[in-house]
Antibody, heavy 121, light 110 residues
């Protein structure tokens, strides 16, 4: 069964950093673009970042550009996001998601269970 | 940036009834690159429809999508108990960084 499992969430003070990981299994990881989508408590979905299969191209929402860095290790079938300069408004469940193909113009078809990030003093 | 407006905000229906959910875009969505997702409480979203009208793998045929340009519709032909959830539309047809979700429509039991 295709599966994505996130880890690394937790509580951090404003201005702090956190790195989330997403372990993928049962599909050829390097063949697909991957992304992060977040959901603030009681709110809707917001895309955060996307990376192509080779890792050569990355995309960021304006709200996180310059603070978050997406990366992947295809030898470990793992996706990452390094989150720096965290703000209270970054508080959310962060989902790892697989796109249906290797590129920007595709939807997310497989989602992880999510990991909670809380930014608070 | 494209804004997606979903209506109604909440739809109160009984099992067996037909649900019609709307997603309106502020600008035309290229090549009908619009998706619908279902999210139940405490769960991750699930892809239902992509390309405006294609059902994702394993999705029941009571779910159907239609529309082009700026107006899109998700129809659930006869609500099952497990269909009561929040539904989001998303466009993925604009160049980066435009990849917006609608605000969601909650389908609740009447």
């Amino acid at each position: 069964e295709v599966q994505l499992v996130e880890s690394g969430g937790g509580s951090v003070q404003p201005g702090g950093s956190l790195r989330l990981s997403c372990a993928a299994s049962e599909f050829t990881f390097s063949n697909y673009a991957m992304g992060w989508v977040r959901q603030a408590p009681g709110k809707g979905l917001d895309w955060v970042s996307i990376i192509t299969g080779s890792g050569g191209t990355t995309y960021y929402a304006d709200s996180v550009k310059g603070r978050f860095t997406i990366s992947r290790d295809n030898s470990k079938n793992t996706l990452y996001v390094q989150m720096n300069s965290l703000r209270a408004e970054d508080t959310a469940v962060y989902y790892c998601a697989k796109l249906t193909a290797n590129g920007w113009y595709y939807p997310f078809d497989i989602w992880g269970q999510g990991t909670m990030v809380t930014v608070s003093s | 940036e494209i804004v997606l407006t979903q209506s109604p905000g909440t739809l109160s229906l009984s099992p067996g009834e037909r649900a019609t959910l709307s997603c309106r875009a502020s600008q035309s969505v290229s090549s009908s690159q619009l998706a619908w997702y279902q999210q139940k409480p405490g769960q991750a979203p699930r892809l239902l429809i992509y390309g405006a009208s294609s059902r994702a793998t394993g999705i029941a045929d009571r779910f159907s999508g239609s529309g082009t340009g700026t107006d899109f519709t998700l129809t659930i032909s006869g609500l099952e108990p497990e269909d009561f959830a929040v539904y989001y539309c998303q466009q993925y047809g604009r160049p980066p960084p435009s990849r917006t979700f609608g605000q969601g429509t909650k389908v609740e039991i009447k």
